[in-house]
């Protein structure tokens, strides 16, 4: 079983840039994938980009590519996600999310077993 916890969340202007963090724990996190989502008002959850936990592998939707960095900090068992150049289209809750899933650009949203309560981001124009 794997805990999330997300923070990192805000207001920021248009250009801007944050840097969300998932602290995460579990007895073997190595066997897990760490995946970033976002859900905007009236929208489904969307997948922003994941990572393998100690091997360094990412993924990103088109989107977000450029822009955002998913990176690990395997001392401190936290996944972060910076972003720049946000965008009104930015605006959403984001989650961080756990999976067994090892092929990162195929873990479906329906395998990640274990998600956080979520962070708010907000980028206005």
């Known amino acids: 079983q794997v805990q999330v916890i997300e923070s990192g969340g805000g207001l920021v202007q248009t250009g801007g840039s944050l840097r969300l963090s998932c602290a995460a724990s579990?007895?073997?996190?190595?066997?897990?994938?760490m995946g970033w989502f976002r859900q905007a008002p009236g929208k489904e959850r969307e997948f922003v980009a994941n990572?393998?936990?100690?091997?360094?592998?990412?993924y990103y939707t088109d989107s977000v590519k450029g822009r955002f960095t998913i990176s690990e900090d395997v001392a401190k068992n936290t996944v972060y996600l910076q972003m720049n150049s946000l965008e009104p289209e930015d605006t959403a809750v984001y989650y961080c999310?756990?999976?067994?899933?090892?092929?990162?650009?195929?873990?479906?949203?329906?395998?990640?077993?274990?998600w956080g309560q979520g962070t708010q981001v907000t980028v206005s124009s």
């Open positions: 990572i393998r936990w100690s091997g360094g592998n990412t």
């Open positions: 579990a007895r073997t996190l190595s066997r897990y994938t």
């Open positions: 999310a756990a999976t067994m899933c090892a092929v990162l650009a195929r873990c479906q949203l329906h395998e990640y077993a274990y």
